[in-house]
């Protein structure tokens, strides 16, 4: 016999008197107190036969719970022994033959005697009466059950308002803990308890624990749904019925297999070479991984690092084998002089030999574009077997580039750094950062990259530095980092003074010859698909290529030249001719066009008021013309060329010496009552800045206003002061490398550089004659003619 929802009806304190024996009706699925009103519905004919005869006397029956609800009409022993006896309200035949109640519980009772089992159960039944007066402690407990019930109505969408207002008005305690039992959704077990529960003391009790915890299921469920309202979204919704699903299933000892996907991601890790602190993060994020629903955001947030930890080279590294022989060989095949760098690199091999470990230097190559600094790298990681990889500092204005974002946000990765180590797979490679010095310096919204690279060039804390994407520290201790920059000067101080400095000054024009002929050209043969005999340049048209069709320290637009004529007698050779001739002086121009670039040494001086400067630019030494003119006018310095602020100063202090010496100089002391002088720098487009023009300023202004010349083939550099001394500048090789390539074959160089030029190997200085000047007198006498 199916039950349904349960209502009270009133409170009984009186009612018929109850039979000393009545038929039993069994109640599948639930329980009826006194004073509800249920609905039944009777199914089984044997049980419509009782009804009837019910109906035929005085509508009376009890109502039993079956201890087992799946067990299809059991007897005696099937049953508990406290029941109900409860009166029919009214009865529905339905067309189909079932019988549709409605009964009310008049009181409890106990099966003392079961007097019939076929076709339908009968009972001698004994009456549980309950007492009608009770000490206030009950009648306090009553009233807190009620204030229980209310908070369970404030929370529960499934009981109106109006039930709390019905148990207001029942008097009787006792019937006070059968309504609340009632409505609280309770298995079987617990309702039986409630109604064999005879004290009233005690059963308000046992509902006061059952309301509680119901209610405390209520306010959990709201905590989560108020927790995850403002994000709650489908995957999460299912997450959250996973996550009661995976409960359930532990409770009825059901195990849940473990993702494919996890199982694989699990194995990763236990075969990763990590360290502990790694080791802890992945497995820390896998047992987030076994908790999450995998259609959620996050999920593959999760996945995503703990691939990228166990990808990470954390410990495995080259294995190098240290041939000092070999490695020296491998230098010099792959580069042409640069023996600085290549002592260098011997050095630490060798000690790397006597002490297995040692740190990785940090060297930074500065020179002019084209010198062969990026290239040089590769061949340092080919003679100390290594692997390579070479990144590009150029324009980075993001510290996340260096560092890597924080997980919180979307599509985060590590780094530039820890990219590179895992496209190499090792973690003691040869790094390259190329361009350091065009990396975004200051603090910015996007932080400051150049401070960054202080933790990854430090020797002394680069052993623990600390991505923010991996958020563990990783050992570059190992790796071998090579910087490249072309000027030192846009390179903050802290992160310059982290970093061994290696200067590559630019080629003379025999060594770019050497360089053309053992690597240019063999290349460019090479990439082209020709031979030998196809493509062969003479050494005269080597030569006139360097010096007339490319004006630059290093071999770049050298290479793009022999590419040019590479591609012609390519040409030359798919239009069907066999053996083309050899490049050579006589067809050079017919191939690259007229020559470019012609000395203008020999042009420009030779006239009072022009001078030779020397100068240092990017793209390694320079010469720099001074010109000087006067025009009347009274006593104004004219400046033009797009000179900086340091170039004027220097000009001015110029004019100041020659005007306080002109009586030594044989110049007219008041030249400048009616004297304007125009300093002029040529190649207006090119701005230009530096004290190292001094001297030539000086030479320029004397030799104007005194009408001597400037001896031919005479260069200068250096800064001066107004008390006439000479100081010393930078760049001393590039400016001694550009005024042989220019063919000036005297150079006057303030005397505390001599150190410099001594240090510039014999084969750049041959030819050379070096004048060393402490004041401007010594500048002067060396490069005027006489009067």
Not at 470 to 496: G, K, Q, R, W
Not at 605 to 623: E, H, K, M, R
Request: glycine share 8%.
């Amino acid at each position: 016999m199916e039950q349904t929802q349960q209502v009270m009806d009133e409170e009984v304190v009186g009612g018929p008197s109850i039979p000393d024996e009545v038929p039993v009706v069994r109640l599948l699925n639930g329980v009826i107190y006194p004073g509800m009103l249920a609905p039944l519905t009777v199914t089984n004919p044997l049980d419509a036969e009782l009804i009837d005869e019910a109906l035929n006397g005085d509508r009376m029956i009890g109502l039993v719970a079956q201890k087992d609800p799946e067990q299809e009409r059991p007897g005696p022993e099937g049953l508990y022994d406290v029941g109900l006896v409860a009166i029919i309200q009214k009865m529905i035949q339905l067309p189909s033959g079932d019988r549709r109640l409605l009964v009310r519980g008049l009181t409890r009772m106990r099966i003392k005697q079961w007097t019939q089992e076929q076709p339908y159960l009968r009972a001698v039944v004994e009456e549980i009466e309950e007492p009608d007066e009770f000490p206030d402690e009950v009648e306090i407990r009553s009233k807190a059950l009620l204030d229980l019930l209310r908070r369970l109505v404030e929370m529960a969408p499934h009981l109106p308002e109006e039930v709390y207002v019905q148990a207001l008005n029942i008097e009787h305690p006792g019937a006070v803990a059968d309504m609340v039992a009632s409505l609280l959704n309770l298995e079987v077990a617990d309702r039986q308890a409630v109604l064999e529960t005879i004290d009233v003391d005690q059963r308000l009790r046992l509902v006061m624990r059952l309301i509680t915890r119901e209610i405390e299921q209520y306010e959990l469920t709201q905590r989560m749904q108020q927790d995850a309202r403002d994000e709650l979204t489908q995957a999460q919704r299912e997450y959250f019925l996973r996550q009661q699903l995976k409960a359930i299933k532990e409770e009825l000892g059901e195990g849940e297999e473990e993702r494919p996907d996890l199982v694989e991601l699990r194995e990763k890790v236990a075969e990763a070479k990590m360290t502990d602190e790694a080791r802890e993060a992945a497995e820390r994020e896998l047992e987030r991984l076994e908790n999450m629903n995998p259609a959620a955001a996050e999920y593959n947030v999760a996945r995503t690092y703990v691939e990228w930890l166990t990808e990470v080279p954390w410990v495995e590294g080259s294995e190098t084998t240290i041939d000092i022989a070999q490695a020296q060989k491998v230098l010099d095949e792959d580069h042409y002089d640069l023996e600085d760098v290549k002592e260098r690199i011997i050095e630490y091999l060798a000690v790397r030999k006597l002490r297995e470990e040692v740190k990785g230097p940090i060297l930074c190559f500065v020179g002019p574009p084209g010198v062969g600094k990026t290239s040089l790298g590769q061949s340092i990681a080919r003679a100390t077997g290594r692997k390579f990889h070479r990144i590009s500092l150029g324009g980075v204005r993001d510290e996340a580039e260096i560092r890597g974002h924080r997980r919180t946000y979307v599509g985060a990765l590590p780094g530039r750094i820890i990219q590179g180590l895992k496209r190499v797979g090792v973690n003691n490679p040869v790094f390259m950062l190329d361009e350091i010095d065009k990396l975004g310096t200051g603090p910015g919204f996007q932080g400051d990259p150049s401070s960054a690279m202080l933790e990854v060039l430090d020797p002394e804390q680069n052993d623990t530095f600390s991505d923010h994407y991996l958020e563990v520290p990783y050992d570059l201790s190992n790796v071998m980092f090579i910087c490249t920059a072309n000027v030192l000067e846009t390179i903050p101080a802290p992160l310059l003074d982290r970093m061994e400095i290696i200067r590559l000054p630019g080629y003379t024009q025999k060594e770019k010859l050497h360089i053309a002929k053992r690597y240019l050209v063999p290349r460019q043969r090479e990439e082209h698909g020709l031979t030998a005999e196809q493509f062969a340049i003479s050494d005269t048209a080597l030569e006139e290529i360097i010096d007339g069709y490319t004006r630059e320290a290093g071999v770049r637009n050298l290479e793009r030249q022999i590419g040019a004529l590479a591609r012609k007698i390519a040409r030359k050779v798919v239009e069907g001719e066999e053996n083309p001739p050899n490049v050579s002086m006589r067809n050079l121009e017919n191939l690259l066009g007229p020559r470019l670039y012609y000395s203008e040494v020999a042009q420009r001086t030779g006239q009072p008021g022009v001078v030779s400067g020397l100068a240092w630019t990017q793209s390694g030494g320079d010469i720099l013309f001074i010109e000087a003119t006067k025009i009347p006018g009274k006593n104004n310095l004219l400046l033009t060329g797009q000179l900086g602020d340091v170039m004027k100063e220097s000009a001015q202090a110029a004019m100041s010496w020659v005007r306080a010496h002109a009586e030594e100089l044989g110049i007219d002391p008041n030249f400048y009552e009616n004297t304007d002088v125009h300093l002029h720098v040529p190649a207006g487009a090119v701005p230009k800045d530096g004290p190292s023009a001094g001297v030539a300023m000086v030479t320029a202004i004397a030799s104007l206003l005194s009408g001597r010349v400037v001896k031919p083939n005479v260069g200068m550099t250096g800064e001066i002061t107004l008390r006439g001394k000479v100081l010393p500048i930078g760049g001393v090789k590039e400016k001694v490398l550009a005024a042989k390539a220019a063919g000036l074959d005297t150079i006057i160089i303030p005397a505390r550089n001599q150190a410099q030029v001594e240090e510039i190997s014999k084969e750049h200085t041959e030819g050379l004659t070096f004048i060393y000047a402490n004041e401007i007198e010594d500048v002067l006498k060396a490069a005027l003619e006489p009067a």
